[in-house]
Each structure stands twice: as C-alpha cells, then as structure tokens.
C-alpha cells in the first residue's frame, strides 16, 4: 500500500524566513510521480510541480525548490524568503500509475504554513 | 483557459435529503476521479473512472454514495440519503489518460449535512 507523511502539522515563519516542508513516502512501485499540492485559504488545490521517480536532480523555480532523494523516499519543498502570500496548506502526493495516469493520488496530510510580517 | 468545473460551490442540506455533486472536466481528458476532504481523513479518493466506466470505486460507502458519469462532459456523485459525517469538501479531477501527468482539480463543493 503506498503511504505519504508529512509530519509536520504546522509550521509558522516570519516573512524573508527560508521554511522546509517535509514529505516522506512508501511505495512498492519502481516507477511513480511524486506531486505538490498548495491549498490556499481559498480552498481549490493549486498543481505546484510533478517528479518522475527516475529523475532525481533538484528542482527550483523562483523562490520553491525541491529535494528528491530516493534513498530516503523524500521529496522535500523549500521556500526560500517566504511571503505572507506563501500561507496556505502544503500537500505531497504519490501516484498510483498501475491505473496507467498518475493522477490517482495519494496524499499526505498536509502542513499548514502560516507566514507573518 | 481549460478547468474543472463544479456545481454548486456549496451546498447546505437536512440529513435524509439527496445531494448530487455535478463536476465537467477538461474537454479531452478522460479520466475523472472524485476525492473528499475532510479535517479528520484528509483528503481521500472516493472513485474513478475511465473513458466514462468506473474502474475503482472502493473508496465510497456504497450503500448511499453513487457515482456516475453519463456522458464526457460530465460527472456526477450522488448522495442518497446525506448523514453528517457526510459534511465535507468534495473535488473533483480530470487529467489525461497517459502517466506523466498531474491532476487538475476543481474549486470544490462545500457540503454541510445538518
């Protein structure tokens, strides 16, 4: 059965802080997509960025960058100076592509970041 | 600008009453999956389908919970009859039927069984 932690329930910051969310993951599969999710106050669940398990080269796009090590089943986030517009829920999911697409999902219980000025 | 969409956005309802959540995915996508958020579970996968067949359901009380998905353009999930514990935000999402890929969701509907 694949599994998704994020044992971080919440994590508040003052804004220009760097802040790391954890997720860590099991599953059988040799292949998977890992997947970040941020659900502002607004409620709708915003795609930040999909990884191929093969593919374990860091990631960075502005101010989020991402750290995937297979040897750890981790792919963690990090917001570099974090903006009170980062506050949000953080979700990581697994992917179950036996269905054949990787949107099938299995979260993680979300962080809660809530960035203060 | 291509989106998930799903009626009604909220949804307030005596327990007993059925309630029918209506999602219409991303023209071209073709599969559909229905998830429920709630503070104690999380978020969880209820059903999916496939080129409109349902290929796993096993997430869904199947003595009240129905979905279905009568033609392309829509997806439905069906309550009959609504309990409290049912009170929770519902999304639906499409994607395309290939492996790298994510889900596109939708805003949700709030429902709140009284």
């Known amino acids: 059965a694949q599994k998704v932690t994020q044992a971080q329930t919440e994590i508040s910051v003052v804004e220009k802080e760097d802040v790391t969310l954890d997720c860590v993951y099991e599953?059988?599969?040799?292949?998977?997509?890992l997947f970040w999710y941020k659900q502002p106050p607004s409620g709708e669940l915003v795609f930040l960025i999909r990884?191929?398990?093969?593919?374990?080269q860091n990631e960075i796009s502005g101010r989020y960058s991402w750290n995937f090590q297979k040897s750890t089943s981790s792919f963690n986030f990090t917001i570099t100076a974090s903006q009170v517009v980062d506050s949000a829920v953080y979700f990581c999911?697994?992917?179950?592509?036996?269905?054949?697409?990787?949107?099938?999902?299995?979260f993680g219980t979300g962080t809660r970041l809530q960035v203060t000025l | 600008d291509a989106r998930v969409t799903q009626t009604p956005r909220h949804k307030v309802t005596e327990m007993g009453q059925e309630v029918t959540m209506r999602c219409q995915p991303i023209?071209?996508?073709?599969?559909v999956f229905w998830y429920r958020q709630t503070m104690m579970q999380g978020l969880e996968l209820l059903a999916y389908f496939r080129n409109r067949a349902p290929l796993d359901d096993s997430g869904m009380p199947k003595d009240r919970f129905s979905a279905e998905m009568p033609d392309a353009t829509l997806a439905t999930l069906k309550i009959q009859p609504s309990e409290p514990r049912d009170s929770a935000v519902y999304f639906c999402a499409s994607g395309p039927d290939r492996e790298n890929t994510e889900a596109f969701f939708g805003q949700g509907t709030r429902l709140t069984v009284v």
């Open positions: 999911a697994l992917s179950d592509i036996n269905t054949g697409t990787a949107s099938k999902l299995t």
């Open positions: 599953t059988r599969d040799t292949t998977y997509y």
């Open positions: 990884r191929n398990s093969f593919d374990e």
């Open positions: 023209l071209g996508h073709n599969t």
